[in-house]
Nanobody, 124 residues
Framework: QVQLVESGGGLVQAGDSLRLSCTAS?????MAWFRQAPGKERDLVAA????????FYAEPVKGRFTISRDNAKNSAILQMRSLKPEDTAVYYC????????????????????WGQGTQVTVSS
């Protein structure tokens, strides 16, 4: 069982930046960041393949967020810039424990492991 540990959330003002980190206790394949605001569904923010060759960003964060990973450290980073109040949510790191096709990145059930979540609050 792989464990994911997130860090880096906090309270910032609109326009500020934050860096979220996720460290896995074992090998992972696709790694992703989801977010969930109160009363809303958990949505994919960004995802990255194991080899870095495929990266996805949700439309609301394109051009502002950057996802990267370091396989040597079993970690994934979400660099968030130009934060907006609508980015306020609990951010979750997720990872797949195996390779394969047929697992859409935007679907919560596609991921085997989840972090505990870290709160990001952006004030206006």
């Amino acid at each position: 069982q792989v464990q994911l540990v997130e860090s880096g959330g906090g309270l910032v003002q609109a326009g500020d930046s934050l860096r979220l980190s996720c460290t896995a206790s074992g090998r992972t394949y696709v790694m992703a960041w989801f977010r969930q605001a109160p009363g809303k569904e958990r949505d994919l923010v960004a995802a990255i393949s194991q080899s870095d060759t495929n990266i996805f960003y949700a439309e609301p964060v394109k051009g502002r967020f950057t996802i990267s990973r370091d396989n040597a450290k079993n970690s994934a980073i979400l660099q968030m810039r130009s934060l907006k109040p609508e980015d306020t949510a609990v951010y979750y790191c997720a990872a797949r424990g195996s390779a394969g096709v047929g697992y859409p990145w935007y679907r919560v059930p596609s991921y085997d492991y989840w972090g505990q979540g870290t709160q990001v609050t952006v004030s206006s």
